[in-house]
Nanobody, 126 residues
């Protein structure tokens, strides 16, 4: 059973920081591209950041570029996103996602991801 579990969400003041984690189990994701998406109430699930299989290539949405950093540790089957300078518009449910086993690169397209976590809530107070 493949499972992605996010953690680290919570309430933070504008300008603050959070680190979200994604723990993968059920199979190894060490050869798979992974990413983070977010969904605010009443809105589509939007791309946030992506990372290739070995962490050597990353890609960010313009809205988070320079503030968020995606990283992974394949030995621990874990991925993170470090979020700095948070803004109220960053508030959303954040989802961890993984591509199929033979797709090792980055992608900003939601349809390229086949495994999803349950999400973790991030709230940013102004």
């Amino acid at each position: 059973q493949v499972q992605l579990v996010e953690s680290g969400g919570g309430l933070v003041q504008a300008g603050g920081s959070l680190r979200l984690s994604c723990a993968a189990s059920g199979r190894t994701f060490s050869r798979t591209g992974m990413g983070w998406f977010r969904q605010a109430p009443g809105k589509e699930r939007d791309f946030v950041a992506a990372i290739n299989w070995n962490g050597g290539s990353t890609y960010y949405a313009d809205s988070v570029k320079g503030r968020f950093t995606i990283a992974r540790d394949n030995a621990k089957n874990t991925m993170w996103v470090h979020m700095n300078s948070l803004k109220p518009e960053d508030a959303a449910v954040y989802y961890c996602a993984a591509r199929r086993i033979d797709y090792s690169g980055t992608s900003f397209r939601r349809e390229d991801y086949v495994y999803w976590g349950q999400g973790t809530q991030v709230t940013v107070s102004s």
